[in-house]
Nanobody, 124 residues
């Protein structure tokens, strides 16, 4: 079992920045790919970014490319999401997820472990 706890959400004006963190505990010796998803009110949960266990490969949704950066520190069992040039459409609950294996994937169904989420609100 892996437990995930997100932090760093909040209220920010359009054009601002936030940095989300996700701390993993439990069975962290396994090689998990990690990802961020988000869910806006009334919408499906959508993929945002993913990172290979080694940190050597990343993937992003088109809507956040060039603005968001995912990274990880395996020594600290933590994954980060740096969000710059935020837009009101980035508003939602952001969830951290751990996959079954090391390969980064956009497919939500392949992520077994989820955090409780952290709210990000971008005002115009």
């Amino acid at each position: 079992q892996v437990q995930l706890v997100e932090s760093g959400g909040g209220l920010v004006q359009a054009g601002g920045s936030l940095r989300l963190s996700c701390a993993a505990s439990g069975r962290t010796s396994s090689n998990y790919a990690m990802a961020w998803f988000r869910q806006a009110p009334g919408k499906e949960r959508e993929f945002v970014a993913a990172i290979h266990w080694s940190g050597g490969n990343t993937d992003y949704a088109d809507s956040v490319k060039g603005r968001f950066t995912i990274s990880r520190d395996n020594a600290k069992n933590t994954v980060y999401l740096q969000m710059n040039s935020l837009k009101p459409e980035d508003t939602g609950v952001y969830y951290c997820a751990a996959a079954r294996g090391p390969i980064a994937t956009t497919r939500r169904v392949l992520y077994d472990y989820w955090g409780q989420g952290t709210q990000v609100t971008v005002s115009s």
